[in-house]
């Protein structure tokens, strides 16, 4: 039930953040709101300046699942950017597999899901996408230069814990 933005939400996450797909996430010392947050995510293959959304996808390599967690209450009651909330070591765990461009075709109708403990807490579609692929290319492309290995986390879907009610947050021990 959130107001969808007008432009697209660009921020980064610091390189510490990047883990395996099966590696631990640390919840850092003093959250109690980390989230989960599945994502289609985009991997940059040829340099992408000034692009237009029909010249995007031509700079894609190919797709991975990012889980994205977040501190909400450092991203959102705390002031200033959301790197702080976004950028924790192991809040950024890629993979099991890159995915080629050309194997994938149907980038815009794929099923994304999450599951904590066992209960499905996140299940819809990047036909859902408020921005899709080619434009989240070409928009992040207008403002820097996206290069090869860059990642695009294209926004997850409905069913994060704060969004839930009451809300709920990861513990130590809980399984994504």
């Not at 190919?62 to 959301?82: I, K, P, T």
């Not at 109708?109 to 899709?132: A, E, H, P, Y």
């Not at 989240?136 to 290995?149: A, E, K, N, R």
Request: without cysteine; hydrophobic residues 40%.
């Amino acid at each position: 039930n959130m107001t969808l933005p007008a432009e697209p939400v660009i921020f980064f996450k610091a390189t510490s953040a990047l883990s395996g797909p099966d590696d631990d996430v640390i919840i850092p010392r003093s959250s109690e709101k980390t989230d989960w947050e599945v994502e289609l995510a985009v991997v940059i293959g040829r340099p992408a300046l000034y692009v237009s959304e029909e010249e995007a996808i031509n700079h894609v390599a190919g797709y991975v699942l990012h889980n994205d967690y977040s501190v909400r209450a450092f991203q959102l009651e705390r002031g200033g950017q959301w790197v702080k909330g976004k950028s924790a070591d192991t809040f950024a765990p890629l993979g099991p597999w890159l995915v080629t461009a050309d194997e994938v075709p149907n980038y815009d109708n794929l099923r994304l899901w999450l599951k904590v403990n066992g209960k499905m807490l996140q299940d819809s579609n990047t036909n859902d996408l408020i921005f899709g692929v080619p434009h989240l290319v070409s928009y992040i492309s207008q403002f820097m230069t996206l290069l090869p290995g860059d990642v695009i986390s294209t926004g997850t879907p409905a069913g994060v814990g704060m969004g839930l009610k009451p809300p709920t947050y990861l513990k130590p021990g809980d399984v994504v």
